[in-house]
């Protein structure tokens, strides 16, 4: 039987206590004494093992059962020995496994514990008796002590944050307590006047009037009240770290369902650092930007504008630039044309520039209609072939609608692609036309040319949205600028934005309102001191964008201006300078000169 359990620990073999130690001479008394113990430890093993299976006895499964002869083995192997004899002896016992007595001296040390144990540091592992002889070994109990330090460190720390949390949550309360009964008794007291002056002077009557108007606390706390046990309300809660103002905490709770975030909104309604969103715009928008807006449109154009992969339309259609050329002094540049894929030679004085498609004019299908030459013709013919075909009823992708000419003509197109549409582009569109867009259940991407301040909120506010595009005028921003709003609600999940319009501070808000989810931000923008800004790095780093993977600096707007291109590289660099050492990793692109490196149009949204 010691051949079977040697098979079994290869390292159990026992040895001379006088050999034990580090293989030169007489062993230490320390060392044997650890030796006794681990080989007392396997002694007292084995005794509690079955010598069949060599697995522990315990009280039900592998119940030790004694043999007549004085040997013990578990009921489940005895119950397979089919010639009923001792594996030792080979004395025969009668009748079944279960049938024989128990071992009781075993079954009484089930439960009692073994000898010492100890660690093995070389091979960090529970010793036996061959790693004595030339490995370190330790009490088993002070290894598992230093193990468990950092974690029981970690609890202790858990502990304390507990105690600390809940000692801010008392005194939040009592200051809170303390608060609401100096405002009740200020409303009694304001009760009690305009009820005693009911038959007093005028005076005093109107005196007792102003005092009881509801304002301040009492007015903030009503309304809150409304909106927290509104069970649609939802309150999004952002905790920001470090200079980048990344975010590290997140959570949307209903107030309506969960009364710590109720108290929360309390508190800080009580501290006045909650103010409704009206108000926090308003206080926004009073801030000075600390530049003055001006126009990213260059006034005037050179021969070093034009490069190599330039967007550019043409008398035959849009196409790119293949290179420029110098006939007889006069600047000729190649355009390769996009539909018939023919290279022309046109005059550089003939060219318009074009801002890159970026998903909703994709490839020719049957799914995707551009209504750009429809709609801004004034025959009446091609319109009218339009709303009788079936053609519609299949669109997708509907690009360059412009309402400017005639305004039933696209409002009865978009009630028909309505339910299916996917991708839209609005040019110089009227309300009625952008509240369609809104209540479109499939459309995730939408651009609008000539964008107005009354829509910029509830377009932001688009849960359906992940593409969007806005383009305005200098000039129409000047006369009415865009406002400067805050996240909307319930957050939106955009991923991709451009911003072609003014005021900057209005573009920087609106990606500052899907800083959780933007994926890539383009601004049109010039290379010197864009909209005025002195320091664009600075206010996009304010902008909070943690899950940005790029940022594009677009050349051309809408409306086929070019911008400065001068300061590129130093641009890009101070930029790209800025997301490094927020420990970000941004690209960092420019439309003109990062043509080959510019991304493809997106994939549909799922």
Known sequence: MHLLRLRKSPHSAARPFR?????????????TRVAEHILQRQDSKREMECNICLEPFDATERRPKVLRCGHSYCVKCLGRLADKKCPVDKKVFDGEALGLPDNFTVLQNLQAPLPQRFWCIDCE????????????VRSLKKARVQEAAPRVEALQQAEAALAEVGNAVVAAARGLRKTLHGEQQRLAAARGRLQATLGAEAATWEQAKKDAELDGLPQALLDLSAAVTDPTAVCAVTLRRGAAGDAAWRCEVRPAKDDSSSLLLCVLAANGQLQQQAQAEQDAASKAPGWVEKSNQVQTLDEDTWHKGCRVKTADGPGAILGVLIVRRRTMVQVKIDCTAQVEGCSFYELRPVLEPWGLICEVTPSALDALATSSSTQ???KADLLASDSLQTVLTLTGL?????APFCQQVLQR????LERLQLVRPQQQHVDQALAMPRLHSLALVDVKKEWLPKVAAMESLRFLELHCKFQDALADPLPVFSRPAPPAGLRWLRCGFYPLRAALALARAHAD??????????????????????EVKHCGLNRLKRLVFQRVNAYGSLCGHGYCESQKL????????CGATVEVLCSWCDVSSMPQPPPPAP
Not at 574 to 581: D, E, K, S
Request: hydrophobic content about 35%; overall charge negative.
């Open 417 to 420: 692609v309505a339910p299916r």
């Open 19 to 31: 050999n034990i130690g580090s293989g030169r001479g007489r062993a230490s008394e320390p060392t």
């Open 574 to 581: 101070a930029v790209w300078n800025m997301f490094v050492g």
């Open 125 to 136: 592992k529970e010793a036996d008796a061959a790693c004595v002889e030339d490995h370190r």
């Open 380 to 382: 009446i013919k091609g």
């Open 402 to 406: 412009d309402c400017s000419t005639s």
């Open 517 to 538: 989810t933007l994926e890539e931000l383009q601004l049109v923008a010039d290379t010197n001191k864009p909209y005025g800004c002195p320091d664009l790095a600075r």
